[in-house]
Structure formats: structure tokens, C-alpha cells
């Protein structure tokens, strides 16, 4: 995936060789896995064992770390440890938190790069809705994926004065515009 | 590019069929083998570590022993459909698109097969067709294959174009990205064929639409086929989301509209490129170097992988309106595309398919056609 060809001395190449194996034997990687990974250029796949070791993949994760990195790296006609090396990655990579939370960051910050229109749609929703400012026990949930041009709100209520309080406020929301807001998100890109 | 396979077979029995004479008549050199009408199951490609592109090569005389008429698979439920009707009179296609949904849907039969018995075909639209002469019909041949890019050894159009050109509620819609369109200039339609292009800016077409026409020749075959008295049509389906798709895209329309009458096109249509995740492996294995897996896709209702639906619509509106200043009388429609999507582009969703379909079998069609 690389754009250029790299020049790896023979052993560095064959230790990562070996590396790589035997990562893919610890976490008993499919052969299909890890022949894709092993068909990379040595610096992309050396960037990724480093990724893998530290957030300990498994076949599942792999396999959407070597999409979305084989995705972003044909897209922005870049190397994949190029991508691996920017500063969300790193940062998300270094930072001390636990394992799983680290997976989370980095998955999040390379989501970003895969999917930057809809990760800004994303995040333009969650604003809208806080902006709303309807309270917890509203919830407003936008189309799985955002297909679709309905809106679902749920309300909780543990009686009909908090319902009737709950009714109002969105009311409130509908006759001064700002619930239109929610509808206009789905549009926006 | 003309396609060459690299061996014919042929059923046995079927060796005297007028198309096998045409094609044995152009391929003289093609090495021929004469096999049983089930040689296929035998698995002969499946050595291959790519027996999809390996069948394209081999090309295979048989009879279709099954029904030729079949509605669009586009017809999805929660999918507007446009009522359209296919045949298939080839099976597979020589050109080879790194998103073409054939690679699935012939994986396990990928040889290039052409059906041998065309009077069968015919006969059978034409029970459908003339029992319901109130009825308009649209039926296209490049739902399997490419409609033309066979055509200069096969000759199937001096059997389509006169049955059609005979019958006045039904449109044969012929679907190419091919500029095989020789046959087609001696023949009269009466107004009843419709010749249609599939395009992509040049620089998706250059890199994804392998052995097809370049999109100046698309272009230019479309040009002289209009000149012959036909109308024609473009599908801009898969529309491609890509970098530079606003620029691309715009361009393609400039340059088709001032080439192409718009008075004498019959349809446009959009569709986002859509992808079973079946399909994104295959181009991942096949096509390891594509581009459209880059996309800002996500898994719909239906199973497929598009563009997400806020930068598709704006697509769409995009190209609409491009479409209305270049060419405002051309229906546009939308392939295998949600109610809200409609209501989104065009303002309206049609109430039923049957709605898309009476726009685009205009009763006058052949009267237009004939008096340009």
C-alpha cells in the first residue's frame, strides 16, 4: 500500500516476518487476515504490528483497522504509515489510559479520517440536540445511519405533570423554530 | 476495446443458429469446441484464481431453457421502482467494472454465455406485450450484459430492432458503455429503441470501467446514433462520490449536452453506487487498487452499502440541477431510491411505481422520434 517501494535490510525483514507471525498465531488470526496484512509494504505493516501490539487486536478489530487504513490510503494516495503516523493517531496511541479505552480513541480518531463528512454529521447532531436543551428524559433519536427523514422522541414521564412539563418544553422548541433544527441536520454535509 | 474470448464452445445442436454462423463468421481464429448443454456445471473455470474474469474469456452458445422476461431486480420493497422489465440474451458481460454487481450475482456461473434461441424471446415478449396493448412496457437487454458491446459479432440488434419497431406500447431500451453501434445505423426503429449510456466522468471511467469505451467515444457513438433517428438516454448510475465529483461531474453534463440534442433524449437516470458487502470483498480481492470502497458509504435497509444519504441527496440535487438548465424536458428519475430520497430531490414522491414508468413511456415517443 505504500506509495514508494522501501529498501529493508533482509533481517529487519525477516524479523518483522516473524513478528507478524507470530502475532497472528497469539491471536489466532485468520489466514485470510493475515495474508492481506502480510501483502502490505514492510513500513506499513511494521506501523500497524506496533498499533496491533499496543491495543492488542483481535481478528475482528484487524479487519476494520485494515479496511478503513487500506480506505483512507487509496483515498488520500498516501501510505498507510503515514496514516498510522498523524498526530490524532499518535495522540490517541500514547496517551495513558486503559486498554480499551485507547482502542476506543484511536478507532474514533481513524473513524474521523474514513469518515470525515459523517463524523462532522455526527457530531452536528449531538450538538443540535444538547442545544435543544430538552432535559434527559427527552430523547431524540435520528435514523439509523441518518437514512431516512424520520425522527424519533421518546419521552419518559413518571407521571402526567412531568409529561405535561416534558410537552411543554418541546412545544415551547417547535413554536420558536429551534426543533426544526433536528429535521435540517439530516441534510447537512 | 473489441473483445476477443479466448476459446468458443458450443452447445451441441445449436451449431447451425444464425447467431453462432455471425459470431463463427467473425471469430475464425477462436479455437471451437463443441460440448453438452450442461458443460458449465462441470466447474471447467473454477481452477482459475479468478474464474469471474477467466469465464468473461470463454464464450458459450447455449439455449435458455428458463423464462427471458423477468421484472428489474431493482424492485426492492422500500425501493421507488420504475416498472421495468429485462432480457437477457447474454450472460455476463466482456467488459469488466470494478463495481459491476455481475462478479456476485455469476460467481458461480461466470462463463460468457449467449442464448441461441432469440424466436424464443421474442415470441415470449410477445405474448406479454400484445395481450395488453393498452399497457406501455420499457424493456431493456443490459441487465445481464451490455446491451452492445457484443453486437459486432453477435448481430443481435437486426433481430431486436425490427420486432420492436413493429409494435407501438412497448420501448426497447438498449444499455451499453460500449460504442459498438454499427448495426444499429441501417435500422429503422419507427421510434420504438432507445440507446442508452452509462456514464462516469473520464477519470472514473479510466480507472474503473475496464474495457469499456473511452467516455469521448461513449460520447460520440451516442452522437451518430441520435443522427440515425434514435433517441437516446444516459444513466449516470452509479453516480460516484469522489473528491473532485462536483467538478467531474459537471464537466460530463457540459460535454453531453453540447454534443447530444436534448430535444431527442428520451430519459436520465441517478443512482448512487450501491455495494452487497459480498461485493465490496470481491473488489477488494479483485480490484485491490479501486478507489469506490473510499467513499462515505453506510449499510442501508436493503442490505447495501451507499453513500450516506445527506451527501447523496445533495448529489442528486446537484446533478438536477445542472439537468434543468442543460436539458429541462429530460425526465430524470432515480434507480433503487427511497421514498424520503425523492421527496428530498424532486420535491414529490411518486405515488407508485406505476407513476416513474407512465413518465417515461411517453404514448407520442415514436411520433417525436420520427418528426425530429
Same mark, same amino acid.
Given at each position: 500500500?505504500?506509495?514508494?517501494?522501501?529498501?529493508?535490510?533482509?533481517?529487519?525483514?525477516?524479523?518483522?516476518?516473524?513478528?507478524?507471525?507470530?502475532?497472528?498465531?497469539?491471536?489466532?488470526?485468520?489466514?485470510?487476515?493475515?495474508?492481506?496484512?502480510?501483502?502490505?509494504?514492510?513500513?506499513?505493516?511494521?506501523?500497524?504490528?506496533?498499533?496491533a501490539e499496543e491495543l492488542q487486536l483481535?481478528?475482528?478489530?484487524?479487519?476494520?483497522?485494515?479496511?478503513?487504513?487500506?480506505?483512507?490510503?487509496?483515498?488520500?494516495?498516501?501510505?498507510?504509515?503515514?496514516?498510522?503516523?498523524?498526530?490524532?493517531?499518535?495522540?490517541?496511541?500514547?496517551?495513558?489510559?486503559?486498554?480499551?479505552?485507547?482502542?476506543?480513541?484511536?478507532?474514533?480518531?481513524?473513524?474521523?479520517?474514513?469518515?470525515?463528512?459523517?463524523?462532522?454529521?455526527?457530531?452536528?447532531?449531538?450538538?443540535?440536540?444538547?442545544?435543544?436543551?430538552?432535559?434527559?428524559?427527552?430523547?431524540?433519536?435520528?435514523?439509523?445511519?441518518?437514512?431516512?427523514?424520520?425522527?424519533?422522541?421518546?419521552?419518559?414521564?413518571?407521571?402526567?405533570?412531568?409529561?405535561?412539563?416534558?410537552?411543554?418544553?418541546?412545544?415551547?422548541?417547535?413554536?420558536?423554530?429551534?426543533?426544526?433544527?433536528?429535521?435540517?441536520?439530516?441534510?447537512?454535509? | 476495446?473489441?473483445?476477443?474470448p479466448t476459446e468458443i464452445l458450443i452447445?451441441?445442436?445449436?451449431?447451425?443458429?444464425?447467431? =453462432?454462423?455471425?459470431? *463463427? #463468421?467473425?471469430? @475464425?481464429? /477462436?479455437?471451437? &469446441?463443441?460440448?453438452?448443454?450442461?458443460?458449465?456445471?462441470?466447474?471447467?473455470?473454477?481452477?482459475?484464481?479468478?474464474?469471474?474474469?477467466?469465464?468473461?474469456?470463454?464464450?458459450?452458445?447455449?439455449?435458455?431453457?428458463?423464462?427471458?422476461?423477468?421484472?428489474?431486480?431493482?424492485?426492492?420493497?422500500?425501493?421507488?421502482?420504475?416498472?421495468?422489465?429485462?432480457?437477457?440474451?447474454?450472460?455476463?458481460?466482456?467488459?469488466?467494472?470494478?463495481?459491476?454487481?455481475?462478479?456476485?450475482?455469476?460467481?458461480?456461473?461466470?462463463?460468457?454465455?449467449?442464448?441461441?434461441? =432469440?424466436?424464443?424471446? *421474442? #415470441?415470449?415478449? @410477445?405474448? /406479454?406485450?400484445? &395481450?395488453?396493448?393498452?399497457?406501455?412496457?420499457?424493456?431493456?437487454?443490459?441487465?445481464?450484459?451490455?446491451?452492445?458491446?457484443?453486437?459486432?459479432?453477435?448481430?443481435?440488434?437486426?433481430?431486436?430492432?425490427?420486432?420492436?419497431?413493429?409494435?407501438?406500447?412497448?420501448?426497447?431500451?438498449?444499455?451499453?458503455?460500449?460504442?459498438?453501434?454499427?448495426?444499429?445505423?441501417?435500422?429503422?426503429?419507427?421510434?420504438?429503441?432507445?440507446?442508452?449510456?452509462?456514464?462516469?466522468?473520464?477519470?472514473?471511467?479510466?480507472?474503473?470501467?475496464?474495457?469499456?469505451?473511452?467516455?469521448?467515444?461513449?460520447?460520440? #457513438?451516442?452522437?451518430?446514433?441520435?443522427?440515425?433517428?434514435?433517441?437516446?438516454?444516459?444513466?449516470?448510475?452509479?453516480?460516484?462520490?469522489?473528491?473532485?465529483?462536483?467538478?467531474?461531474?459537471?464537466?460530463?453534463?457540459?460535454?453531453?449536452?453540447?454534443?447530444?440534442?436534448?430535444?431527442?433524449?428520451?430519459?436520465?437516470?441517478?443512482?448512487?453506487?450501491?455495494?452487497?458487502?459480498?461485493?465490496?470483498?470481491?473488489?477488494?480481492?479483485?480490484?485491490?487498487?479501486?478507489?469506490?470502497?473510499?467513499?462515505?458509504?453506510?449499510?442501508?435497509?436493503?442490505?447495501?452499502?451507499?453513500?450516506?444519504?445527506?451527501?447523496?441527496?445533495?448529489?442528486?440535487?446537484?446533478?438536477?440541477?445542472?439537468?434543468?438548465?442543460?436539458?429541462?424536458?429530460?425526465?430524470?428519475?432515480?434507480?433503487?431510491?427511497?421514498?424520503?430520497?425523492?421527496?428530498?430531490?424532486?420535491?414529490?414522491?411518486?405515488?407508485?411505481?406505476?407513476?416513474?414508468?407512465?413518465?417515461?413511456?411517453?404514448?407520442?415517443?415514436?411520433?417525436?422520434?420520427?418528426?425530429?
Amino acid at each position: 500500500m505504500s506509495a514508494q517501494n522501501e529498501i529493508l535490510d533482509p533481517k529487519d525483514l525477516k524479523d518483522l516476518e516473524a513478528q507478524l507471525a507470530a502475532y497472528a498465531q497469539r491471536k489466532h488470526l485468520s489466514p485470510a487476515t493475515s495474508d492481506r496484512w502480510q501483502a502490505w509494504q514492510a513500513g506499513d505493516r511494521a506501523a500497524l504490528l506496533t498499533c496491533a501490539e499496543e491495543l492488542q487486536l483481535g481478528e475482528n478489530q484487524l479487519k476494520d483497522f485494515l479496511d478503513w487504513l487500506e480506505e483512507i490510503a487509496l483515498r488520500d494516495e498516501t501510505a498507510i504509515q503515514a496514516v498510522l503516523g498523524q498526530r490524532e493517531i499518535r495522540t490517541a496511541l500514547t496517551t495513558r489510559r486503559s486498554r480499551n479505552d485507547k482502542l476506543k480513541a484511536v478507532k474514533t480518531a481513524l473513524r474521523k479520517m474514513r469518515y470525515p463528512r459523517l463524523t462532522q454529521l455526527e457530531a452536528s447532531a449531538r450538538a443540535a440536540v444538547k442545544a435543544l436543551d430538552l432535559g434527559r428524559s427527552v430523547q431524540i433519536l435520528f435514523p439509523p445511519a441518518f437514512e431516512g427523514d424520520e425522527i424519533t422522541v421518546t419521552f419518559h414521564a413518571r407521571n402526567t405533570q412531568e409529561l405535561q412539563e416534558r410537552l411543554s418544553r418541546l412545544q415551547q422548541r417547535v413554536d420558536d423554530g429551534s426543533f426544526q433544527r433536528m429535521f435540517d441536520v439530516l441534510d447537512e454535509v | 476495446m473489441m473483445y476477443q474470448p479466448t476459446e468458443i464452445l458450443i452447445e451441441r445442436g445449436e451449431e447451425k443458429t444464425p447467431v =453462432v454462423q455471425r459470431a *463463427l #463468421a467473425k471469430l @475464425a481464429h /477462436v479455437p471451437v &469446441r463443441i460440448v453438452e448443454k450442461d458443460w458449465e456445471r462441470a466447474g471447467v473455470q473454477a481452477e482459475s484464481k479468478d474464474a469471474f474474469g477467466a469465464g468473461k474469456r470463454q464464450l458459450f452458445f447455449t439455449r435458455q431453457r428458463s423464462r427471458f422476461l423477468e421484472h428489474c431486480p431493482a424492485g426492492t420493497p422500500g425501493l421507488v421502482c420504475c416498472n421495468y422489465l429485462v432480457v437477457s440474451l447474454i450472460s455476463n458481460c466482456p467488459m469488466d467494472c470494478s463495481y459491476c454487481f455481475l462478479q456476485e450475482y455469476l460467481a458461480n456461473n461466470p462463463v460468457l454465455k449467449v442464448f441461441t434461441n =432469440v424466436d424464443d424471446m *421474442l #415470441a415470449e415478449i @410477445a405474448k /406479454v406485450v400484445d &395481450r395488453q396493448p393498452w399497457r406501455q412496457f420499457r424493456i431493456g437487454t443490459g441487465e445481464l450484459s451490455d446491451s452492445l458491446a457484443l453486437d459486432h459479432l453477435l448481430g443481435f440488434c437486426s433481430d431486436l430492432v425490427p420486432f420492436f419497431a413493429s409494435r407501438n406500447n412497448v420501448l426497447l431500451e438498449l444499455k451499453t458503455k460500449s460504442d459498438c453501434i454499427d448495426n444499429l445505423l441501417s435500422l429503422d426503429s419507427q421510434g420504438r429503441v432507445v440507446v442508452s449510456w452509462t456514464l462516469t466522468p473520464a477519470v472514473i471511467a479510466d480507472a474503473e470501467e475496464h474495457g469499456t469505451a473511452s467516455f469521448t467515444d461513449r460520447l460520440r #457513438a451516442a452522437q451518430r446514433v441520435q443522427n440515425a433517428g434514435y433517441k437516446v438516454g444516459f444513466h449516470f448510475d452509479p453516480l460516484i462520490e469522489y473528491p473532485e465529483w462536483e467538478t467531474g461531474y459537471q464537466q460530463t453534463l457540459e460535454q453531453v449536452f453540447t454534443t447530444i440534442d436534448p430535444r431527442r433524449v428520451a430519459w436520465v437516470s441517478l443512482g448512487s453506487l450501491r455495494l452487497t458487502p459480498t461485493l465490496r470483498k470481491i473488489m477488494r480481492q479483485r480490484f485491490p487498487r479501486t478507489r469506490l470502497l473510499s467513499g462515505e458509504q453506510v449499510l442501508c435497509a436493503d442490505g447495501k452499502w451507499r453513500t450516506f444519504q445527506a451527501l447523496r441527496v445533495k448529489m442528486y440535487r446537484t446533478l438536477t440541477a445542472w439537468l434543468n438548465e442543460l436539458a429541462p424536458q429530460v425526465p430524470v428519475y432515480m434507480c433503487m431510491e427511497t421514498a424520503p430520497v425523492w421527496q428530498k430531490v424532486f420535491g414529490r414522491s411518486p405515488m407508485c411505481d406505476k407513476d416513474v414508468a407512465r413518465s417515461l413511456t411517453a404514448p407520442n415517443l415514436g411520433q417525436q422520434i420520427a418528426a425530429p
